[in-house]
Each structure stands twice: as structure tokens, then as C-alpha cells.
């Protein structure tokens, strides 16, 4: 049995899984990690918040290895000049994040397996409905826009930490709808929030013992991470190919697929 399970964590399986995942994520925009987080539980035979800790490492890699990436598409002082949105959902993001956390650590292990199955359910259904999601104008203004914010950056950093996910499935609509960004600016301010949302949530984890998992894991991580950003480069290069009108139906019956394998781990 421990052969077999040293097997499956190999760092060939761990890059080649890294890779797959990331050319999914990369194929929408994102950072692969709710299609990661999955895989972890049902092929690499990871408990439940173990993965959760190392989906969100691996995801820090990737999300601050993802905003130079954009850099010549999406100019940091053009990030720089949105600073008020960032700042906005950040308010919320922050806290939610590490309120998340701290719930993860504490919810039991049967508990944890279903939020998780629910919350891809949920990704599932944004992918469909809201991830094309475009405003020419703002939704709200004034107050009600910041109020709104900082509430959609709050649910946002919870649902992040208790995936280990960036957030940016749900950030992007967000930042389209509520704010009016463009597509290619939502997507590196999605980044730019998404990045210290994760390090919240991090450094709340790394108080349990759980986080302990990540010194256990180490070299799987990083290759896995390695395999992750490859794989991101290559389905942004597919994306080109594959309409969207096929994809993201796809992506959303993998998650829905993945909710019901990872609920019946429970």
C-alpha cells in the first residue's frame, strides 16, 4: 500500500497532474486551483485540508508568477491607476480570507469534504453563467459600489481559503459587473487582489498543524506548482483553438464530476 501511494505521488505524476490541471485553468484565464484541488483529494489520496494547504501554496506560484506574465498586455501602472478598486475589495477579501481559514481548521474532516463539493458546484455554475460577464457601466456607484465591494470581497475570501484557490472565477465577474473593468483588466486586478487575499489565508493556516503538510510535501508542491505554470502557458495558447462555447460547458461538467466524487469522500 505505501509503495503504491509513493507511486502516486511521484514528481512525475505530481508535474504531469500540475500540467493538465494548469492547461485547463489557462484556458479560462485562471489559475487551474479548482481543478487542482480535486485532483489532490481523489488521485493523490490527500485528506481533505491537506489539499486545501497545498492547493493554496501551489497557487501562490502560480497567481505571482501569473501578473508579470500579463505585464506586456496589462501595464502595472495600469493596475496601479485602479488602485481604489483593488483597495475596495480588499477590505472584505482580507478578513474573509482569514476567517475562512481558521473555519477550515475547525470544520470536521466530513464536514469539510461536503463545503468543498458545494463551493465547485458553485464554480461550476459561474463558469457558465457569469465568467463571459461584461459591463459597459458599473452596476453601482458611490457608497453602494464600496459597500458592495468590500461584502463580494469578504464571501470571495472565504470561498478562496477553503479551496486554496485565487479567487479569480468569482473576482473576474465581480470586477466586470460591479466595477465595469474590460475583460484583460479585470483578469490582472483579479491578480493584484487575489495575491494578499492568499497570503491572509496563508498565514492564518499556518497556525494549525495541518500546515505541517507542506514541509511533508515539499518537493511534490513545487513540482506540481512547475507542472501547473506550464501547463497555464499552454492553454493559453489553446485558447485560440478551442471555442467557448464548448469550453466552458466542459470545464463546468469536470467540476460537477469532481463535486460528486469529492462529496463521496465524506
Known sequence: MTRIKNLSRSNGGAFVGGAVIGALGGLIGLGGAEFRLPLLIGAFRFAALEAVILNKAMSLVVVASALPFRARTVLFDII??????????LAGSL???????????????KTLYRVIAALLVLIAGVLLFGHDAAAAEPLLKGAAQAVAGVVCGFTIGVVASLLGVAGGELLIPTLTLLFG??????????LAVSLPTMLAGFAR?????????LGRNRTFALVMAAGSIVGTFVGGQLLAIIPSALLLPALAAILLVSAVKVWRQA
Open 80 to 89: 496601479a491607476a485602479n488602485w481604489s478598486v483593488i483597495a475596495n475589495l
Open 205 to 213: 493556516y499556518s497556525r494549525d498543524r495541518s500546515f505541517l503538510t
Open 181 to 190: 473593468a474590460d475583460i484583460k483588466l479585470a483578469g490582472s486586478l483579479s
Open 95 to 109: 478578513v474573509g480570507a482569514w476567517l475562512g481559514a481558521g473555519w477550515a481548521t475547525r470544520l470536521a474532516s
